[in-house]
């Protein structure tokens, strides 16, 4: 599966620029539900960063599933699922609203596994996002390309080696993921994934039971679970790691508690299993 045409890709990047506005920022306020949101006012909120420096490929150059074709900026892979599996984010400076910033993107690793589910390619990415007062964010982002299951098939947990006991919930709250939330959260980040608002295609052409939670959006509402329970507190750190997926069929659970220093946060599906593992460090 690591073809030498693939493993070429190791070390390509790209830069990307954009300007912080308010726009993006208040349909995000919308999408989690606020009025009064939680972070600092003309401030990037954390992960906020997701919604700039975005992928614009023209209409004729997508691919089936939606995506920008592969063997463009990421890797020709031949596995027909593709999922953002984990990510690391350190927040070194804030940026303010008004400024530009510019977004650098390097392919570091790619490699090759074989498990439960079949083949497996893991990509990592590092971006960088610099205003100017230099490198303001730092960002680690791993994708999981898989093969589609066979026929009825269950899906299996993106991270089958997650067996720590979780602490007691000093925060948690109930997501009902309709269609219209998923739809909006692709629209503010400009994704495109089929598998998150096209439910045949997500049913018939991937095998999923049914549309796609966003693995960023499960990590962007852990983060805002915390700051409403500590508006404005600055984060320098997040983490955050897939298990299972979860879909628009049952309600999930977020939950959070506090440690020294920073937060434990997790996404249980309506089963009680962990969707999604994650913690942060605030000053």
């Known amino acids: 599966m690591l073809t030498p045409q693939v ?51 023209p209409q004729a150059e997508l691919g089936e599933d939606g995506h920008p074709r592969l063997g463009q900026f990421l ?7 593709r999922m953002w599996a984990a990510g690391e984010v350190e927040f070194h400076a804030p940026i303010r609203v008004g400024e530009s910033m510019r977004k650098r993107s390097l392919i ?16 990592k990415l590092l971006h960088e996002f610099h205003s100017s007062a230099g490198l303001a964010i730092r960002e680690i982002q791993e994708l999981v390309y898989r093969e ?19 602490p007691r919930a000093d925060w948690e709250r109930t997501v009902s993921p309709d269609a219209t939330l998923l739809f909006r959260f692709s629209a503010v980040t400009f994704n495109s994934h089929r598998i998150h608002y096209d439910r045949e295609y997500a049913v018939h052409a991937e095998g999923y039971p ?9 990590a962007m509402l852990l983060m805002d679970l915390f700051l409403r329970n500590h508006p404005g507190r600055e984060i320098t750190r997040f983490r955050f790691k897939a298990q299972r997926p979860l879909f628009d069929l049952q309600p999930f659970t977020i939950c959070g508690a506090e440690r020294a220093g920073g937060a434990e946060l997790w996404a249980l599906d309506a089963l009680g299993r962990v969707a999604m593992r994650a913690d942060l460090t605030h000053t």
């Open 7 to 57: 493993a070429e890709w190791i070390g390509k990047e790209e830069t990307r620029w954009d300007v912080v506005t308010h726009s993006p920022q208040a349909r995000l306020a919308a999408l989690l539900n606020h009025t009064d949101p939680p972070w600092q006012a003309e401030t990037l909120p954390p992960l906020g960063h997701w919604l700039y420096g975005l992928p614009s490929a």
């Open 75 to 81: 890797p020709p892979i031949p596995l027909p699922r």
């Open 108 to 123: 570091k690793a790619i490699d090759h596994k074989v498990g439960r589910s079949g083949e497996l390619v893991f990509v």
């Open 148 to 166: 589609k299951p066979a026929s009825n098939a269950p899906n299996p947990p993106t991270d089958p080696s997650s067996g720590e006991p979780l």
């Open 210 to 218: 049914g549309l796609v939670v966003h693995g960023p959006l499960i």
